[in-house]
């Protein structure tokens, strides 16, 4: 896949799993992800649910009509075909926002921080690659928009000016918080190495003060939770 970027000079989705959540329906009680209990989500709600927060996720779009999605969602933009709104035709974009910001409405899922607002950017086409010319303009559109973070859950094999200038663009106008987000599936020894590049390429890319790193075996409920200082102690306890 990561030779297929590199030839092409595109970018595109990282290697990620979906899970189905069976039996359920419209009436069923609202679930909550594993995420919301792994991390103990409902105690930090006690202090907020991400009101006055805006998030823009540089992704897929996003089903801008669901249920769980649609009255947290603000206006967003399609990079990909401007004459179009952001429709997620991939389920990628939607399922980020959901994990962000799915209302808190007695149905359907719940997001950490259920009363942020979404902007969905459309970066990446309906195939799940795109190009960093969009990329790079969805960085500057969403910073112009004053939001408090941009998200994107998507790899390259290159690096380019353009997103570094994007970047150092946000940052400039008051968007400090840009999250990269490398994640792997699995703890093979390939996959660890795309994960300590991925990290490096996100230290030199936005020369963060923080490096997060969670590490995930198959068994959720037994995942080890790192919070480190540098990319050199990334590095260490992944390897």
């Known amino acids: 896949?990561?030779?297929?970027?590199?030839?092409?000079?595109?970018?595109?989705?990282?290697?990620?799993?979906?899970?189905?959540?069976?039996?359920?329906?419209?009436?069923?009680?609202?679930?909550?992800?594993?995420?919301?209990?792994?991390?103990?989500?409902?105690?930090?709600?006690?202090?907020?649910?991400?009101?006055?927060?805006?998030?823009?996720?540089?992704?897929?779009?996003?089903?801008?009509?669901h249920t769980d999605l649609k009255d947290n969602l603000l206006e967003g933009k399609n990079f990909i075909d401007p004459s179009e709104p952001p429709v997620d035709r991939v389920g990628h974009g939607s399922h980020v926002a959901g994990t962000i910001a799915a209302s808190d409405n007695r149905m359907g899922m719940v997001g950490v921080a259920p009363m942020t607002k979404i902007i969905p950017v459309k970066v990446l086409g309906d195939q799940g690659f795109g190009g960093m010319e969009s990329i790079s303009n969805g960085i500057v559109w969403a910073a112009d928009q004053g939001v408090d973070f941009i998200t994107m859950s998507l790899g390259s094999s290159f690096s380019d000016p353009r997103m570094k200038n994007a970047v150092d663009y946000a940052d400039k106008i008051g968007c400090k918080n840009i999250h990269l987000l490398a994640g792997k599936t699995d703890l093979s020894s390939r996959s660890l190495v795309t994960l300590i590049e991925n990290l490096k390429y996100a230290r030199d890319l936005c020369e963060p003060k923080d490096i997060g790193v969670l590490v995930e075996p198959k068994n959720r409920r037994d995942i080890p939770n790192y919070f480190i200082s540098t990319i050199e102690q990334a590095c260490e306890i992944i390897e």
Request: with cysteine; proline share 5%; aromatic share 12%.
């Open 1 to 65: 896949m990561f030779s297929w970027f590199r030839r092409n000079k595109k970018v595109g989705l990282l290697p990620y799993i979906s899970e189905e959540v069976n039996n359920k329906n419209t009436n069923s009680p609202q679930f909550q992800g594993w995420e919301i209990n792994t991390f103990d989500i409902p105690s930090c709600w006690k202090k907020t649910k991400g009101d006055g927060v805006t998030v823009a996720v540089l992704d897929t779009g996003c089903a801008l009509k």
